[in-house]
């Protein structure tokens, strides 16, 4: 018992560190709640780009924009009692566990939205239940082996051992990624993020149509990170902007904006 206070003590240390906010964060566009309430539909992935220390390990490690993942349930947990804001995203973090949390809370990052194709109206309200059944999980911070892989920023670990380093550790549950946390729900109605591919090599059927099929693998939730669902072919990319009506020609740009005359340039250069 004393010993787990101990590992306790330190591991809240470690956590502590990890969620302090890098300097000189900066969001390449700054997103429209409004225009994001539109597009969003249930069961819709949000990746996010964030600003902590722990973020900068996770885009390090997966070499992605993308560090944090968070689910959007829409009006699935209008019902509860709640102060403020409705909370319509169901995400997993080092702070908090599995947590409801307002779509506001993003208002300043760069995010992506990534969207199911094709799933059932059935599979999505089953996605949903699974993540808000799992509300209130939390992370034990007495593993610290699990904390302490993020303290650098850039670990040195080569490449093909860096998505095993995100899975690693014995947490209760070990969900610092929250994508694994969504990837989880998505095989739990076996839809796909990016399954483990392999190809039969049987000779004696190499004239069937089975040994021309692939076998497609669910892999193990706890090796998915943030950016899967980025490329992976059975997510649909959507952004608010275009989804709104994008037109270049209702721009207002700055008076003193002038467009350069690259062309000249490349003629002084002959």
Known sequence: ??????????????AARLKRPLRGYEPFTLSDPA??????????????????????AIKYLTQSTWSHAALYVGEALASAPQEGEQR??????????VVAVPLSKY??????????????????????????????????TRHIIDLARYLLPTPPV???????????????????????LIAEAFQHV????????????????????????????????????????????YFQIVKPTIESGFDYRQLTWALNSEVPDLGSAYRRRA
């Open 1 to 14: 018992m004393f010993v787990d206070t101990i590992f306790d003590c330190i591991g809240r240390c470690i």
């Open 35 to 56: 225009a994001l309430r539109r597009v969003l539909q249930p069961a819709d992935v949000l990746l996010v780009d964030g600003n902590q220390r722990l973020s900068s």
């Open 88 to 97: 319509t995203l169901i995400e997993a973090n080092l702070e908090n566990g």
């Open 107 to 140: 208002g300043a990052f760069n995010i992506r939205i990534c969207r199911p194709v094709g799933i059932t109206c059935s599979d999505r309200s089953k996605v949903i239940e699974f993540m808000i059944s799992h509300l209130g999980c939390g992370y034990d």
């Open 158 to 180: 080569p490449v093909r051992w860096r998505r095993r380093m995100l899975a690693l550790g014995s947490g209760d549950p070990t969900r610092t990624i929250c994508s694994t």
């Open 190 to 233: 076996r839809y796909p993020v990016l399954p483990r591919i392999e190809r039969v090599q049987n000779h004696t059927l190499a004239e069937s149509d089975y040994s021309r099929n692939e076998i497609l693998h669910i892999r193990d939730h706890r090796l998915f990170v943030p950016r899967d669902f980025d490329v992976s072919p």
